[in-house]
């Protein structure tokens, strides 16, 4: 995975350790990962991550808290 290039959360503040970075490959899709544990990484499709997002911008998975 070190190959990938890791794009950070534009949320993120500047100078922060715990952001959430974002690198995309052909034919595997999206990766995730926090900053702070680079080394735990997520692969899903770019259709599952819009789901997720749209769920989490419409408060779907406020009560997972």
Known sequence: MSD???????FSEAGAANCVELAVTDGIGIHIRESD????????SPAA??????????GRLDHTL
């Open 49 to 58: 991550l819009g789901v997720l997002i749209g769920a989490i911008k419409a």
């Open 37 to 44: 544990e680079p080394e735990a990484v997520i692969r899903t």
């Open 4 to 10: 990938l290039t890791w794009q950070k959360s534009s």
